[in-house]
């Protein structure tokens, strides 16, 4: 084998078909459909129980705090908002800005963060677990698999934060959008809608 067959060749444009078009590199878009396919899973189990089963799962919800989760979606877009904010600033060659943006979506995710882990110790506190009902063991499940979402975005938003490239920054700030829709979904069935 030649050294120039083992040259890097630049990729075609087509080689991801319809992923092409979207911002970053295509395998975080080909790891977000497949985090969304294991969410509405999860949430078609949640409405599927609720069905079967509508008081035990009134009675949980009745134990939610609402105006909480209510306070951690806004806290949660706007994170969102930042990192599309930072994205725009690496694709406009300034990394110094994208780096502050980046900052702002981490801090905030950590704000998520603390608001979920307060939300948390208040159900237990009110006697809510895992096995308390279907309705906790479902809600701790998703709340919890979306918990580790935000940890994992923050961490990639992190490592590509440093540098602020374009595209690095962006695939980043698109699986940070997919917790942004989970999360946009996950409330209203979880806290609203009874």
């Known amino acids: 084998m030649t050294v120039s067959a083992l040259a890097y060749e630049p990729e075609t444009t087509e ?68 990192a599309a904010r930072g994205a725009a600033a690496a694709r406009g060659a300034s990394p110094a800005v994208a780096r502050r943006w980046i900052a702002l979506a981490i801090l905030l995710g950590a704000a998520f963060i603390a608001v979920k882990l307060t939300e948390y110790g208040r159900e237990i506190a009110a006697g809510a677990g895992l096995e308390t009902s279907p309705f906790f063991t479902l809600y701790f499940l998703l ?9 994992l975005g923050m961490v990639i938003l992190g490592i590509v934060g440093r540098h602020s490239a374009p595209t690095s920054v962006e695939t980043a700030t698109a699986f940070w959008h997919m917790v942004d829709l989970v999360w946009i979904v996950m409330f209203p069935i979880l806290y609203l809608v009874g």
Not at 143 to 149: D, I, K, R, V
Request: net charge negative; proline share 5%.
């Open 143 to 151: 709340t919890g698999f979306h918990l580790l979402h935000v940890v």
């Open 15 to 82: 080689r991801w078909g319809l992923l092409d078009g979207l911002p970053g590199d295509p395998m975080m878009w080909v790891l977000i459909l497949s985090e969304l396919v294991a969410f509405g899973l999860l949430l078609g189990a949640f409405v599927v129980a609720r069905t079967v089963n509508p008081v035990v799962f009134a009675a949980g919800q009745a134990m939610l705090d609402g105006p909480l989760a209510a306070l951690n979606t806004v806290v949660l877009v706007t994170s969102g908002w930042a």
